[in-house]
Structures are given as C-alpha cells and as structure tokens.
C-alpha cells in the first residue's frame, strides 16, 4: 500500500502537468480546479512550436547531448580500461583526483570554464556546452566504467593476445562488446544529465536560438505572467526523448546495472 502511495505521488506532478497543458488559458485560472480538461486543447502545443520555437530547442539540447555523451563515452571506456588493467606510478593519486572532479559541484567549474570559453571565443557556441558537459560528466563515466572492465576475466584478454590480437584489437573486438551493457547504462545517465543540465546552458548561451530545453522553459517565466500552458506542454514533449532513449536501451540498461552482481 505505501508503495503504491508513492508511486501515484511520484506521477501525480506529471499528470497534472500533462492535465495542464491540454487546458486553455480560462480553465488554467479556473477558481475550481479541474482533474480533467473540459475541452482539449492543443493550443498550448501550437504556441509552443510556432511561436516559441521549440523544435529547435529541442534539437540543441537533443544535439549537444548527444555529442557529449558519445565523447565522453569513448574517452571514459579508454580511460576506465587504462585505470582497471594497468598499474603506473601515481595510479591512487589520479583516480582520487578524478573522483574529486566529480565530487565538486558543477558550481565551483564556472569561473573557470568561462574563462577558458572566453579566451578561446567558443562562448555562445554548442560547442562551450559540449566541451561543459564532457568536463562534468567524465569523471563519471570512468568510474562507472572501471567497475565493469574489472569484471571480466584478464584470462579472457591474454587468450585473445596468445591467438595474436594486438592490445587495441583486444580492446575493441573482445573486451568492449562484454561491456557493452555497462557502455548503456552510463550512456543513459550521462545523457539525462546533459539533457536536463541548466546552469552551464544558461551562462554559456545568450543567444535564443541556441538555448537548451531547461533554458527555453525556464523563459517561459517573465516579468508579468507566467505561461502555464505552454510550459507544461514543453514539459510533457521534454520527457519524450529522454523515456524514447531509454525504452530503447532497456535491455542493456538492465544487464549493465545487474553485471557483476553475482559472481563465482
């Protein structure tokens, strides 16, 4: 029962999100709230996509998302690999320093990123926030991936070099499709992060037609009214590409987080 509970309070902001965004403007400032629109309305939808411009908000976001996930993946499986299989003097003074990165808040990088973005002039650019979005979410992937390079056998990759496979051919042709699972499940994460990541998107981008989906809603907010109508339509079409690459990575989504939770 308490699950339940918490399962219908969990969704319930959703629903009345998804609720709000079929009303039209009269019925949202209805005096008597309504569990049900009394007329649908895609009014709000329209607004947001003609007038807004939401499609190429969504593609920014859905772009430098993606872009930073992809680059942070192949550097953090070639990063994880080098950490889980070698040993090299200063290895426990690089994986603490790496931890640290992630530990920090995103807050404490600002300053510097800015900088950094400045004087090499990427600022107002996709590329700022993929170059953001990478320094933040690295560090996590290593670690995510550390943890699934260590169990697999070393045994399974020195056969593969007694056959006459090459370090780099090892990597690429055997350890990484074992991984694989593993290689989702921090693509998943690191996506969600970079889609629903505001504070970088809103310092770096002052230009409207780069703004990031946070950002564009967040605009919805001004000075005399607040567009809920409009809002929560942006909220509800927000989640869809975020459930799509999910439910399309479910599977692995599951093996990568049960790996390695029974061994022997």
Do not use: C
């Not at 499709?177 to 770096?204: C, D, H, K, Q, R």
């Amino acid at each position: 029962m308490a699950l339940i509970l918490i399962i219908v309070w969990s969704l319930f902001p959703v629903y009345w999100m998804l609720n709000n965004s079929f009303k039209n403007r009269v019925e949202q400032f209805s005096a008597v709230p309504t569990f049900f629109p009394h007329e649908i309305t895609f009014e709000n939808y329209k607004e947001l996509f003609d007038n807004l411009g939401f499609g190429n908000v969504v593609a920014n976001s859905f772009t430098v998302s993606l872009t930073s996930t992809v680059i942070a993946i192949v550097i953090g499986s070639l990063a994880a690999y080098s950490l889980s299989r070698f040993r090299f003097k200063g290895k426990r003074m690089l994986m603490i320093w790496i931890l640290l990165t992630r530990i920090f808040p995103p807050v404490t990088f600002v300053i510097p990123l800015y900088n950094i973005m400045r004087n090499a002039g990427l600022l107002n650019t996709r590329t700022a926030l993929v170059l953001a979005y990478i320094v933040f979410n690295l560090p996590f992937a290593i670690w995510m991936l550390i943890n699934f390079f260590n169990e697999i056998p070393v045994e399974v990759e020195e056969s593969s070099m007694v056959d006459g496979a090459t370090l780099f051919q090892t990597f690429s042709r055997i350890v990484l499709p074992l991984v694989l699972p593993g290689l989702a499940a921090t693509a998943i994460f690191t996506f969600i992060m970079s889609w629903n990541e505001f504070m970088y998107a809103m310092i770096f981008i002052q230009s409207p037609n780069l703004a990031t989906v946070p950002v564009a809603l967040s605009g919805l907010i001004t000075e005399y009214l607040v567009l809920w109508g409009p809002m929560s339509a942006g909220g509800i079409l927000s989640v869809i590409p975020i459930l799509a690459f999910v439910v399309l990575m479910q599977d692995y989504l599951i093996k990568g987080l049960t790996l390695g939770a029974v061994k022997g």
